[in-house]
Protein backbone atom coordinates (compact mmCIF):
# COMPACT_ATOMS: atom_id res chain seq x y z
CA UNK A 1 0.00 0.00 0.00
CA UNK A 2 1.47 3.17 -1.20
CA UNK A 3 0.83 6.21 1.00
CA UNK A 4 1.93 9.76 0.23
CA UNK A 5 1.46 12.14 3.31
CA UNK A 6 1.79 15.86 3.24
CA UNK A 7 2.13 18.67 6.24
CA UNK A 8 3.76 21.96 5.91
CA UNK A 9 0.65 23.83 4.87
CA UNK A 10 -0.90 27.01 6.11
CA UNK A 11 -1.62 30.61 5.79
CA UNK A 12 1.45 32.95 4.98
CA UNK A 13 1.47 36.70 3.56
CA UNK A 14 2.75 37.47 0.41
CA UNK A 15 6.94 37.35 0.26
CA UNK A 16 6.56 34.51 3.17
CA UNK A 17 8.27 31.27 2.88
CA UNK A 18 6.19 27.86 3.25
CA UNK A 19 8.48 24.11 3.45
CA UNK A 20 6.13 21.29 2.58
CA UNK A 21 7.06 17.84 3.00
CA UNK A 22 5.87 14.68 2.13
CA UNK A 23 6.62 11.60 3.55
CA UNK A 24 6.02 8.29 1.75
CA UNK A 25 5.47 4.54 2.44
CA UNK A 26 7.18 3.45 -0.82
CA UNK A 27 9.47 0.26 -0.07
CA UNK A 28 11.76 1.22 -2.82
CA UNK A 29 11.38 5.34 -2.41
CA UNK A 30 15.01 6.34 -3.73
CA UNK A 31 13.79 4.60 -7.30
CA UNK A 32 11.21 6.99 -7.43
CA UNK A 33 10.88 10.24 -9.24
CA UNK A 34 8.98 12.35 -7.17
CA UNK A 35 6.99 15.70 -7.41
CA UNK A 36 4.45 18.26 -7.04
CA UNK A 37 1.14 19.22 -7.83
CA UNK A 38 -1.48 22.28 -7.20
CA UNK A 39 -4.67 22.88 -8.02
CA UNK A 40 -6.58 26.07 -7.10
CA UNK A 41 -10.38 26.70 -6.56
CA UNK A 42 -12.16 26.39 -9.95
CA UNK A 43 -9.39 25.43 -11.94
CA UNK A 44 -7.40 22.32 -12.82
CA UNK A 45 -4.33 20.34 -11.30
CA UNK A 46 -1.31 22.04 -12.41
CA UNK A 47 2.52 20.94 -12.65
CA UNK A 48 4.60 22.60 -10.05
CA UNK A 49 8.30 20.84 -9.65
CA UNK A 50 9.89 17.37 -10.21
CA UNK A 51 12.86 15.34 -9.00
CA UNK A 52 14.83 12.18 -10.07
CA UNK A 53 15.32 9.64 -7.82
CA UNK A 54 18.74 10.71 -6.53
CA UNK A 55 18.23 14.62 -6.41
CA UNK A 56 20.44 15.34 -9.66
CA UNK A 57 17.98 16.59 -11.94
CA UNK A 58 15.01 18.58 -11.21
CA UNK A 59 12.52 20.44 -13.44
CA UNK A 60 9.48 23.05 -12.57
CA UNK A 61 6.84 25.01 -14.03
CA UNK A 62 7.72 28.81 -15.45
CA UNK A 63 5.54 30.31 -12.88
CA UNK A 64 7.54 29.34 -9.56
CA UNK A 65 11.09 29.02 -11.28
CA UNK A 66 13.50 30.43 -8.98
CA UNK A 67 10.85 30.64 -6.24
CA UNK A 68 10.56 27.22 -5.29
CA UNK A 69 13.04 24.59 -4.53
CA UNK A 70 12.14 20.54 -4.70
CA UNK A 71 14.48 18.43 -2.78
CA UNK A 72 14.61 14.96 -1.51
CA UNK A 73 15.99 12.95 1.31
CA UNK A 74 16.48 9.34 0.40
CA UNK A 75 16.95 7.98 4.10
CA UNK A 76 14.10 9.27 5.11
CA UNK A 77 11.76 8.93 2.10
CA UNK A 78 10.72 12.39 2.02
CA UNK A 79 10.52 14.84 -0.54
CA UNK A 80 10.17 18.55 0.23
CA UNK A 81 8.92 21.69 -1.29
CA UNK A 82 10.35 24.86 -0.33
CA UNK A 83 8.54 28.07 -1.58
CA UNK A 84 10.11 31.40 -1.26
CA UNK A 85 8.64 34.56 -2.05
CA UNK A 86 5.03 33.33 -2.30
CA UNK A 87 1.97 35.12 -3.90
CA UNK A 88 -1.90 35.13 -3.57
CA UNK A 89 -1.73 33.32 -6.59
CA UNK A 90 -0.36 30.52 -5.45
CA UNK A 91 -2.70 29.79 -3.08
CA UNK A 92 -3.52 26.23 -4.06
CA UNK A 93 -3.49 22.55 -2.52
CA UNK A 94 -0.49 21.09 -3.39
CA UNK A 95 0.00 17.36 -3.93
CA UNK A 96 2.69 15.10 -3.46
CA UNK A 97 3.21 12.60 -6.23
CA UNK A 98 5.42 9.86 -7.77
CA UNK A 99 6.46 7.78 -10.37
CA UNK A 100 8.87 5.40 -12.02
CA UNK A 101 10.39 8.23 -13.80
CA UNK A 102 10.31 12.01 -14.21
CA UNK A 103 8.57 12.17 -17.51
CA UNK A 104 5.56 9.95 -15.79
CA UNK A 105 6.01 12.02 -12.52
CA UNK A 106 5.39 15.40 -14.37
CA UNK A 107 2.49 14.12 -16.69
CA UNK A 108 0.61 11.17 -15.01
CA UNK A 109 1.81 9.82 -11.87
CA UNK A 110 0.24 6.32 -10.73
CA UNK A 111 0.80 7.82 -7.16
CA UNK A 112 -0.76 10.80 -4.94
CA UNK A 113 -0.93 12.33 -1.69
CA UNK A 114 -4.19 13.96 -0.32
CA UNK A 115 -3.17 17.24 -0.59
CA UNK A 116 -2.03 20.44 1.53
CA UNK A 117 -3.35 23.96 1.57
CA UNK A 118 -1.09 26.52 1.34
CA UNK A 119 -3.17 29.94 1.84
CA UNK A 120 -0.96 33.38 0.56
CA UNK A 121 -2.78 36.43 1.89
CA UNK A 122 -2.08 39.84 0.10
Known amino acids: QVQLVESGGGLVQAGGSLRLSCAASLRTFSSYAMGWFRQAPGKEREFVAAINWNGGSTYYADSVKGRFTISRDNAKNTVYLQMNRLKPEDTAVYYC???????????????WGQGTQVTVSS
Open 97 to 111: AAGPQMRVVTTTPPY
